[in-house]
């Protein structure tokens, strides 16, 4: 469908552009009596060209339902290669390779994690191999890179320190460039968006899920390293993700195994957590990913922020003013599980703002429920395209509605641990 959107666009603007008026000006009229001459010469318009479509519109106009929905989805997938059987798969997805399932769902994209990752040519081949499975429109293949305590490719990667160092080096300069070091690791392997940076600001020490995964605990500082962070990620051509909005630094309660609290109030939120998510905005940053936390000062329902149209679109979207991406927190977390099923849990983050759903519980249920939605109006076409129309231009915006990306394994090898990033590394110790 839209491999080769570039050549595409141009052939449709050529078209659209021999598409003039009708009759030439000055023609007379065919009653049988010549009209009389007007004292002043009349012009007519020009005639209308149509504006060509966007390779976004394009490939939005050629989508069914399904497909749709199916680019809200980011899955994990399991093996290590595109036709690898996996009964993980099987029992979770009801295809047996990660190929099979990207087809079944139409999916926008798929989350690597350190069991998918066994050798540079390994990964190589197998983001090549998804690529190819995703027949229309390419996919986003992200990781968690935060690197430090986070580091889905630790395994072939530079060791690069977590957030919590370079923050203390206090050089936004240095947390730029292990973003543009990370990035080009990773895009050299086939993967184009990361989950990183780390947005929050630690200001609890009790904290057990941030910790030394944020840049520190004074907000200016912070957003000058998140700022910086964005940069550098897209100086490398990565898509690039703030997180965890609204903010996850004060709390003693782990979201993986339960529903964290925040106590600010909406002062103390603008000044304490709002800082660099509004300075990654301003970076440019593609996606923003919610947290599975309750902030009742900013939304009073108990629901967490992953499900609350209060905070993601009525604060994030329109008081901050993002245009990218909003993607959820992993869907299998206890913090969002707590008062929903699954199926309705997918369904009310899409109302609630959201445009990728990551690692569903239970992705077929979840899918379904979706689909279930749109089809009754509970979700509405034009709320579909919207989301979907954002993914798109993320996508667009890296380049990979142009040409299907493909990755070369002899390009990752020069890169990956490359003497430079092994120096850069090396300035932490």
């Keep these: 469908m839209l491999r080769r959107i570039a050549t595409t666009g141009l052939l449709v603007t050529a078209l659209t552009a021999c598409g003039g008026g009708a009759g030439s000006a000055g023609a007379e009229p065919t009653g049988g009596r010549a009209a009389p001459a007007p004292a002043t010469p009349q012009q007519s318009p020009p005639p209308t060209t149509p504006a ?8 939005l106009s050629e989508m069914n339902v399904e497909e749709k929905v199916g680019q809200l989805f980011m899955p994990i997938v399991y093996g290590t290669a595109a036709d690898s059987v996996s009964g993980e798969n099987q029992a979770r997805f009801g295809a047996q390779t990660p190929a099979k399932v990207i087809q079944k769902y139409h999916l926008g994209g798929v989350i690597l994690f350190p069991y998918n990752v066994k050798s540079v040519g390994q990964v190589v081949s197998f983001t090549n191999g998804m690529q190819r499975a995703s027949k229309d429109i390419p996919l986003l293949i992200a990781t968690d890179q935060e690197n430090g305590l986070v580091s889905r490719f630790s395994s072939v990667m530079t060791a690069f320190p977590g957030a919590g160092r370079i923050g203390a080096e206090g050089n936004p300069e240095l947390a730029g460039q292990v973003a543009r070091a990370t990035g080009r690791e990773l895009h050299a392997l086939g993967v184009n968006l990361d989950f990183a940076p780390v947005a929050d600001v630690n200001i609890n020490p009790r904290n057990p899920v941030i910790g030394q995964r944020a840049y520190g605990d004074e907000p200016k500082k912070v957003a000058a390293m998140v700022a910086a962070a964005v940069k550098g990620f897209h100086e490398a051509g990565m898509a690039s993700t703030a997180k965890h909005f609204p903010g996850h630094g004060d709390t003693n309660v782990d979201s993986h195994t339960g529903l964290p609290v925040i106590k600010h109030t909406r002062a103390e939120w603008e000044r304490i957590d709002a800082p660099p998510f509004k300075a990654a905005i301003d970076a440019g940053v593609d996606a923003v990913m919610s ?6 000062k900013l939304d009073p329902s108990g629901d967490p922020a992953t499900l609350s149209k209060p905070i993601l679109t009525g604060l994030l979207r329109k008081e901050l003013g993002f245009k990218g991406v909003i993607s959820t927190d992993a869907l299998n977390m206890a913090g969002v599980r707590k008062k929903y099923d699954d199926g309705e849990i997918a369904v009310r983050a899409v109302l609630a703002g959201v445009d990728l ?3 569903p519980n239970d992705l077929p249920k979840q899918y379904r429920a979706v689909m279930a939605a749109v089809k009754s109006g509970r979700i509405s076409k034009e709320r579909l395209d919207q989301s979907v129309t954002r993914l ?7 380049g990979l509605l142009a040409e299907a990306p493909t990755a070369s394994a002899e390009e990752a090898a020069r890169v990956l641990r490359s003497a430079e990033h092994r120096r850069l590394a090396g300035r932490f110790r």
């Design 52 to 59: 060509a479509e966007s390779p976004v519109e394009r490939a």
């Design 291 to 296: 947290a599975h936390i309750v902030f009742p």
């Design 357 to 359: 759903l990551l690692m």
């Design 392 to 398: 798109l231009t993320l996508k667009h915006n890296r």
